[in-house]
């Protein structure tokens, strides 16, 4: 008599489910990443530099106080330290991808010049929420023991939903304020680019794609932070 080896059918329901996550985690970041090196060439194709353009527009905004400075800690703009900063390939680049992103962040400085409040909330949410992350990593790896020495199981439950909460932080607060984004890219930075006729004629519509990328740059990270979660969950399954 022939033993049938035992079918371990995964049901396609659950296949797509994990198909349409991995695509919600790591499509946004895939696709910002290919837009921004997409028009990172030609290296050679504005005269001026990224951190050239950025001290342009911010003169002409009368924001000579606002600093330019190359960093390797991402493109950002910091309103509490009133800098623009730009990572060397964008500040030292001359690229459309490096004066369109030193724009966006240019457009957050004329966010924070007129006290556009949604950039007001995150830079507040950002404050309040500093370091949490790796204090939600540290609650992760004392649940279980919390809950194993005490005996009290709902403890342990109770940390572990709390360091959850922790690390999924990050991605909430980009979430919330992705409109501050998309208004740095559309109502500063792409008036700027235009009104200073800084954009050749056949790069307006890869600006609009590359404003798009710029907008989506922190989100596009939080979600991949939430890829911790993941991780974090399957240690304590163990």
Known sequence: M????PR???????????IVVLLIIFGPSIWVQRVLKKYSQPADRYS?????????????????SVAVEASELGDHYDPVEKAVRLTPDKFDGHSL????????????????????????WRTRLVRATSGMEKIGAGILMISPF???FTRVPALGLLMFAA???????????????????FDASFKRALPMLEEHGILKA?????????LTAAAL??????????????????????
Request: charged fraction near 15%; charge should be positive.
């Open 8 to 18: 371990y059918d995964i049901p396609m329901a659950y296949i797509i489910i994990v």
């Open 2 to 5: 022939l033993l049938r080896k």
């Open 217 to 238: 740059t922190y989100v596009s990270a939080s979600l991949m932070s939430l890829l911790n979660i993941a991780r974090w969950l399957a240690i304590l399954r163990r």
């Open 202 to 210: 056949a790069d307006k519509p890869h600006a609009h794609r590359l």
């Open 146 to 148: 919390l809950g194993f």
């Open 97 to 120: 991808t490096a004066i369109t992103v030193a724009a966006h962040e240019v457009g957050h400085a004329l966010q924070d010049q007129s006290h556009f409040a949604p950039l007001r």
């Open 163 to 181: 360091g959850m909460l922790t690390l999924g932080t990050s991605a909430l607060i980009h979430f919330i304020t992705l409109p501050t984004e």
């Open 48 to 64: 001026g530099t990224g951190a050239e353009l950025a001290r342009h527009l911010l003169d002409k905004h009368s924001l000579e």
